[in-house]
């Protein structure tokens, strides 16, 4: 059964950092995209980055230069460094995987960015 867990989230001060991280666990041969996503109360959820097997990665306009996704060498643990933290980065964060064509979710984690 394939399972992705998140860690790393927590309350941190505006301009401050968090490290993001999701491991997936399972029987898993290749997993493709995988992804950070987010969703603020009362908002839908959206795409902060993700990153290809290939190393190639997307963001979202509004964490451009402040976060960046990365994956290590087995692929199977997928990051996410956040810099200059906003107090609308405020969010349930969630890991994504693309996995034999199918879609992963993790449970999330919490982000709060407040002084």
């Known amino acids: 059964q394939v399972q992705l867990v998140e860690s790393g989230g927590g309350l941190v001060q505006p301009g401050g950092s968090l490290r993001l991280s999701c491991d997936v666990s399972?029987?898993?041969?290749?997993?493709?995209?995988m992804g950070w996503y987010r969703q603020a109360p009362g908002k839908e959820r959206e795409r902060v980055a993700t990153?290809?097997?290939?190393?190639?990665?997307v963001y979202t306009d509004s964490v451009k230069g402040r976060f960046t996704i990365s994956r290590t060498n087995t692929k199977r643990t997928v990051y996410l460094e956040m810099n200059s933290l906003k107090s609308e980065d405020t969010a349930v964060y969630y890991c994504?995987?693309?996995?034999?064509?199918?879609?992963?979710w993790g449970k999330g984690t919490q982000v709060t960015v407040s002084a």
């Open positions: 399972g029987r898993v041969f290749g997993i493709n995209n």
């Open positions: 994504n995987a693309l996995i034999y064509g199918m879609e992963f």
């Open positions: 990153i290809t097997s290939s190393g190639e990665s």
